[in-house]
């Protein structure tokens, strides 16, 4: 969902989480489910949420905080996100994100101005032999270094 | 053993004993060094708690779950591998505990060192100083130095530091005021999650969460753009409570500073009935705070008890006698003498003119039972009659009348710890969330543990469903119809074989039994039958019979819902035979339970309140009891009952009864049709009115004498499970005297020769002459903490549950419940029901919670309609509309939601500018004349303004509350 569009509905929400209410622990998956159709868990969730699983929305809301994968705004067109665990620290992966973020003139979770992608930190992909890591929209990306880096952000149009 | 321990901590030592009492098998440790025997399941903490050793923590509390948090806890155990935390290890046989050692002393330090890291070190002008458990930890575990500081480069990087230089702390989060009562300033906070659990687990509202992770953690109310006042919360308190910190803390320790004493005393709201130490500086109370060992309560309250106090101090509240000759006068500021003179002429002048039976009292179920004793003395033994009456006429006569016949006592059965061996719940008419707080939250606590919760209510009530509660079955049935539904459950449990055919033969009497079944079984009262009538749908009502009578320990809870109807007593007394026929009587975790509404109405009642009857429910035509009361009085008591307040109120407009004694109730605004109650105020020649503020029966009242409040004096109230608890006096009465005197100065100014100087001498009167209460001693109360009624021979430290072994009357007598539908009928002018209830801030009239910051939640009456009903009429949400009912119309605004079913209507009455009970009409329970509140035939129309009556009647209590004050 891009930055613009209008917030869901309550009855869109509903239907995109009531299909799970049946699962054991059912909270997560909707979660995941919203963020899967969104691009994030809007705010507007929580009431509902809290309502179909009859919570308290404080609970909901402390789920959806515990989490970081869990982004509370809009996403730009693509989501790279960027390994800062000890791994790739130690293969360079602090001057990667530096770098990154100073060519796209950026912070990080921020959107570049076109809206083409979002930066976010991400801690261990599981890709520590194949340090510095990243990802892009779900996709691993092993020994990042610039000119990789400048290759995924020229795919992704920022 | 532990018991050479114990005895260093006083009895009512309320010590935090870290994780919550367990029962179970006994199993003996040694704590360093000392053997101690606990139950099993027990915590390691709270083993050497009870040795009297008290290991450091900060996440732990004997009221909460253990959490294992906060690490201070650590211990060594022989034989086991690491430090494990007190908190969450439970004691096994011959475990050898060590809470202190080098390694323990220097984790704890380091511990406590991270702590301090990110906690500002302004302990000298911090609200909790002194009453801080970090502040104590630090201590307790030798804190000297903190090593560990911001890097250079980020020096903000914590949570207090508002800003450095020109750098602003972005991890800062500003203080939240927005509750009334209470700050959150997170700053202070160390995250021990002990507010989120209490939220949870003592009060059940789920409001609070840690919000983020690792060192973002924060608490957080509801979500985000909330605050405390937005959020969930309903100002419960437990979580200010539960604070180690300063973090949640009440305002008045913020302005008053921190309390150096306190006094254990009871709660005069609710039937509840909850124990708290008032904590004070001299004769300033600084916060209230429940107690513990309360046995209503454990140490829970609600936002009325716990901060709705602030009433006491309120410019509106009168402290000097005022009298006047008519209404039409403005008040005149006199002395106590005068004013008692005045009145005492006056109904002696009366009595003269239109006879011994021309005046009366109503007595208060706000008092103390002590008072209440002394009011209905006072028209017995010196106006000469039996005109007195209470507020219970109008709220639960029906469950002293109905159970009374059934079950031989008008009270409920069980004590309230009785609800945590619950299997089903049955609520009838009652908005415990709203009107009985804190056992609500007890029993939220049970629900949350697998309980089955069965509602039967025409509202779809908070406690149908909440987070985390669901109720199996909720019967929305249309108000009016609740005989036909208890009646067609019993009918299920007839019909289907489902009643306990043993308990009926042993305890109840098996001719009137098979007489009933013969009624009930009755086809016409089937579900199917009566689905017409009650809207409830018959499987749903079927299958909650079904679990009613098969779920194992099945208890009924019900309000005022059941009592307030023209068929009041007969749905108590079909209540009462759905226990009798499952069996559910005589044992924890059943019973009927009704909620009593004000703190004292219990107490009032057994006070011989009634016109019928004297002290402990003997009518007044019996002549032995007579006799003990003439012995004791030394005078004649009139055999014939007096005046029900209806009556009273009829036969002033009639003419034949010109004087009341009003004590701490305003029938204004309580009592139906208010138009009547008015006309009949107006037509007597000396109404006193005795209360703190100039309440609206005060606007037709020639005597105003101020009251006391429940901190001003000593006494005992009576709540809803039968419990006399001890009322003490925290701060001297600003008005001059408590309640009691002022009635025994009114008595002797009519002629009377009292002398009591204590209100224990009052209890030993009452020991003396009512069997019930024979063994109720002031010392009984002290040592015990509170007893249950009947204390005496047989009982002599009271009786938690009532008919264990056979009923008070012998057997349990099966009656007959036929419905018969109520004269207030909707038709084309008034096609909709009222019905009326309250709301968790307020209490009764609102003439306490009104003049606190309770308003802030709860700033005037609203309506609410169903969106199909609005719609028609052309309601929208927060629009002015008129309420007509037959008796009379009022304004209020609308709010629209599907709590209430299409057809139905509800409101409070806890407003004087609205006056609901405008509207209300004069129909009653037939057994018992209280009023049918609870349905109403009314039309809602569109309005943009007060009504003309409403108007009239504020210029009129503008005028009656004018006061001269003392000419200098």
Sequence with gaps: MHVNAPAPTEEEIRSVVTPLASLEGPLLPMLHALQDVYGYVPQECVPVLADVLNLGRAEIHGVISFYHDFRAHPTGRHVLKICRAEACQSMGANALAESTLQKLGIGWHDTTANGAVTVEPVYCLGMCACAPAAMVDGRVVGRVDDARMDRILAEVGA | MRDFI?????????????????SGAPVTLTVDGFPVTVPEGTSVMRAAALAGIMVPKLCASDNLEAFGSCRLCVVEIEGRRGTP????????????????????????????????????????????????????????????????????ERSLLNHFATRDGAGINALYVPKDESNPYFTYDPAKCIVCSRCVRACEEVQGTFALTIEGRGFDSRVKAGTIGDDFLTSDCVSCGACVQACPTATLQEKSVIELGTPERSVITTCAYCGVGCSFKAELNGDQLVRMVPYKHGKANRGHSCVKGRFAYGYAQHKDRILHPM????????????SWDEALSFAANRLKGIQQKYGRKSVGVITSSRCTNEETYLVQKLTRAVFGNNNTDTCARVCHSPTGYGLGKTYGTSAGTQDFDSVEQVDVVMIIGANPTDGHPVFASRLKKRLRQGAKLIVVDPRRTDIVRSPHIQAQYHLPLKPGTNVATVTAMAHVIVTEGLFDEDFIRTRCDWDEFQFYVDFVSDPRHSPEAVEMLTGVPAADLRAAARLYATGGNAAIYYGLGVTEHSQGS?????????????????????????????????????????????????????????????QAWGCEIDPEPGLRIPNMLDAAVEGTFKGLYCQGEDILQSDPDTHHVAAGLAAMECVIVHDLFLNETANYAHVFLPGSTFLEKDGTFTNAERRINRVRKVMAPRNGYEDWEVTQLLANAMGADWHYTHPRQ??????????????????????????????????????????????VSGKGHFMVTEYVATDERTGPRFPLLLTTGRILAHYNVGAQTRRTENVAWHPEDVLEINPHDAEQRGINEGDWVRLASRAGETTLRATLTDRVAAGVVYTTFHHPSTQANV??????????????????????????????????????????????????
């Design chain 2, 570 to 630: 007969t749905t108590v007394i079909g209540i009462a035979n759905l226990a009798m026929l499952t069996g559910n009587i005589g044992r924890p975790g059943v019973g009927v339970n009704p909620l009593r509404g004000q703190n004292n109405v219990q107490g009032s009642c057994d006070m011989g309140s009634f016109p019928h009857e004297l002290p402990g429910y003997r009518h007044v035509k019996l002549p032995d009891v007579r006799a003990i009361y003439e």
């Design chain 2, 6 to 22: 114990i005895p260093q901590y006083p009895p009512g030592d309320d010590r935090d004993m870290g994780t919550p009492a367990r």
């Design chain 2, 919 to 968: 509207v209300t009409t004069d129909f009653s329970d037939w057994a018992t004349n209280c009023p049918e509140f609870k349905v109403t035939a009314v039309q809602v129309s569109p309005s943009n303004g007060p009504t003309d009556w409403q108007e009239r009647y504020n210029e009129q209590a503008e005028r009656s509350r004018r006061i001269l004050t003392a000419a200098e």
């Design chain 2, 85 to 152: 935390a007190s908190c969450t290890t439970p004691v096994t046989e011959g475990m050898v505990v060590h809470t202190q050692s080098d390694k323990l002393r220097r984790m704890r330090k380091g511990v406590m060192e991270l702590y301090i890291s990110d906690h500002p070190l302004d302990c000298l002008t911090c609200a909790a100083n002194g009453d801080c458990e970090l502040q104590d930890m630090a201590g307790a575990v030798g804190l000297r130095d903190v090593r560990y500081k911001a890097p250079e």
């Design chain 2, 323 to 334: 009298i006047r000759d008519t209404i039409e006068e403005p008040w005149r500021e006199v």
């Design chain 2, 762 to 807: 009052i209890m030993e009167e009452i020991a003396a002459t009512t069997p019930s209460f024979a063994g109720v001693t002031y010392e009984l109360l002290e040592e015990k903490g509170s007893v249950q009624w009947p204390c005496n021979a047989t009982a002599p430290e009271g009786t938690p549950l009532m008919h264990i072994d056979g009923f």
